[in-house]
């Protein structure tokens, strides 16, 4: 890929950050509507998300007649007494869940009886089960900043390892960042175009690991052929140039069409405990794993590791009874006779608006 081809990418991805930490700002001083930037992807952020359309109350001067799609969410089950009883729909949650055994060992044996979900601690009713291997549209975010120099090379090998072993059909972007985010390789299925993304680094600057990672997600959510997203993030260091804070990135992961990620913190003088406390955090509020490898020789494995447990987890569909508000936390078992429970890896938790997948 050439200079030129590359050049509308980061600059409709830089224009996408902007877009983002500019609604932020506006969505807290003024009622009015941030208008995106052209061609720049725009994520649902939980300040500035609105509906696409929104219909107010007539006015006493131009009565309107009654919309039948004001009553889509609601449906009559029958008659008690002379009075109609509505039921609402409720929205359907999706959970894309892997399984473990003690020895962490993955678990692909089991059926829908094995699992048994609880939001907020309340027992809920599994709607639909799947065991199977679907494409996935995958993110690779790598740090880009000057200490990754010497490491890039190791780590740009292991990701097309993760890439090979994938699902053929799965759809893959690159963005290499440091002080900004830069989409150098949209959604493809071609490894020769991702390899060459990959090798774009220039590893000079600072680490803004938390515009980045915002960034792809929403970047991720823009994807509409497949429901099942996962970001693979790789870093060094410790975030020390993002507007975003680390609580915006957790929760732009938990929203509609949230992606499970997966982390690779390469330890060295420069990762800090916050570094690894921050890569934890945003794994496993989304069902994925932080690895930390004491050298470049484990980041193979642990991107082969990834990539089968992509390919391993099942999916869980419920719907959750009555109008939920506010952070909804998830908890999901798995166990069968003659075993303990496994663990159960999936996102902990959602918030309402549309479907959570």
């Known amino acids: 890929m050439n200079k030129l081809t590359r050049i509308p ?3 409709a991805f830089a224009i996408l950050l902007a877009t983002l930490w500019c609604s932020l700002v506006v969505a807290q001083s003024t009622p009015s509507t941030t208008v995106p ?52 729909d409720v929205q359907e949650v999706v959970l894309h869940a892997t399984v473990v055994d003690e020895a962490g060992r993955l678990v692909t044996y089991l059926d829908r009886s094995a699992f048994s979900i609880y939001q907020n601690g309340m027992p809920e009713t599994i709607t639909s089960f799947r065991r199977e291997d679907v494409p996935v549209a995958i993110g690779i975010v790598v740090d880009n900043s000057g200490s990754m120099r010497d490491k890039r090379e190791k780590v740009s090998q292991a990701v097309l390892n993760l890439i090979r072993a994938s699902n053929p059909d799965d759809e893959i972007f690159v963005v290499n960042f440091g002080q900004n985010p830069y989409l150098d390789q949209d959604f493809t299925s ?41 970001l693979l993030v790789i870093t060094d260091g410790q975030d020390n140039m993002s507007r975003e ?7 732009q992961l938990q929203q509609n069409k949230g992606a499970t990620l997966y982390a690779i913190g390469l330890t060295d003088q420069r990762f800090t405990r916050t570094a690894r406390e921050a890569l934890q955090n945003l794994a496993t509020t989304t069902g994925g794993v932080a690895f930390f490898p004491q050298s470049l020789d484990e980041v193979n494995d642990i991107t082969r590791s990834v990539a089968h447990d992509i390919r391993s987890q099942y999916t869980l569909t419920y719907k959750p009874e009555g109008a939920k508000t506010g952070y909804q936390a998830i908890r999901v078992e798995a ?8 663990t159960v890896r999936t996102r902990n938790g959602y918030y309402p608006g549309e479907t959570v997948r």
């Open 9 to 11: 990418r980061r600059v």
């Open 245 to 251: 804070t680390l609580q915006e990135a957790m929760r």
């Open 190 to 230: 071609d490894v020769r175009l991702l390899q060459a993304a990959l090798h774009q680094a220039s590893t000079r600057g600072s680490t803004a690991l938390y515009d980045a990672v915002v960034a792809s997600a929403a970047h991720l959510r823009n994807n509409t052929r497949f429901n099942k997203k996962v």
């Open 37 to 88: 930037a052209p061609n720049a992807p725009t994520p649902a952020s939980p300040q500035a998300q609105t509906p696409p359309t929104q219909s107010g109350p007539p006015s006493a001067q131009e009565p309107s007649a009654p919309d039948p799609s004001a009553q889509a969410p609601q449906e009559a089950s029958g008659e008690d007494q002379g009075r109609f009883v509505f039921k609402k």
């Open 335 to 342: 166990k069968s006779n003659g075993h303990a429970r496994f």
